[in-house]
């Protein structure tokens, strides 16, 4: 979640933003054990006239706002067989059927449902610090893997989400803050990857190891915000940038294995279609990798919920 943002706002908006948040965190959730259907709408949306530069190669697959009750502070994505699945920083998991034309472009969204994450002792979250969650991933054994930040720990939620969660090994590193790990992808050999949102990269299974050589950092003022598996090998990372009150920025680049970062393959800026990305899915293709990055609206009415796809060739 952006610390600055509350800062720059007009006070319009953060009373506005106030008041989601009281009705979202006054509800009791429902138990952890079911999902619910919940409202699901799409908007297509187009990348936008300027803001928006994509390498050689990369094109853009079609966007979606998504409004719902249940679609705010939605903080990593990732998907399977069609079916997106996301965790919202307000204790929650997400998922839902995304829909494509004939030529494959994202057109919309449906079959919505949403769930409660539990504990340990089968209840669901509190609200936050424990509820604050903000990576996901799902291994090849079906696992699914949701790291938190602020009381910083990934849990395993086992196969397809359905149990009560067990620690996993995550970084020993004290992280600052609010500036946890927000990166959280599959690694080969049934392991993991974690970023930590200021820098930092492990691979993890029965315990973590540092990536590559040297600290894996961002740049030029970004912060690491997700992390997807590249099918071709290393990861997909997207990075956040947001200086208040209307910069706010957004780039994927690849990770190689040794923990080096390229050069970026997508940027967004105003005013293209941009908000505060978090989330980022990578799917193979028969012509190479369909990405999907999703943005956490933070619960504030001035921001959305973006859904956008792009294609990158082989």
Known sequence: MMRSLGRSLAATGLLAAAACAAVATATPPPSPAEDRSIRIEARAVPLGIGGATLAPGV???????????????????????????????????????????????LIGAQDAVSRALSGPDGQALAPKPRADAEGLTILSDARVLVAFERDDRIWSYGA??????????????????????????TAPDGGWLVLGEGGG????????????????????????????????????????????PLDMRSRVRRLSPDGVLSAPLIQLRPPASTDNFEGIAAVPTATGTRLYLLSDDNNNPLQKTLLLAFDVAR
């Open 201 to 244: 990269a492990w691979v993890c299974q029965a315990s973590c190891a540092t990536l590559g050589s040297a600290p894996v950092l961002p740049a030029d003022g970004y912060r690491f915000t997700g992390a997807d598996q590249d099918p071709d090998g290393g990861w997909f990372v997207v990075e956040r940038y947001y200086r208040p």
């Open 59 to 105: 094109r853009y697959g079609g966007g979606l706002i998504l409004r719902g009750a249940a679609l705010h502070g939605l903080s990593d994505l990732k998907v399977q067989d069609g079916r997106a699945w996301a965790v919202s920083d307000l204790g929650y998991l997400v998922r839902f059927t995304l829909r494509r034309d004939a030529n494959g472009r």
């Open 160 to 185: 397809d989400a359905g149990r009560t969660p067990v620690a996993v090994a995550h970084p020993g590193t004290t992280f600052p803050f609010n500036e946890g790990m927000e990166g959280l992808a």
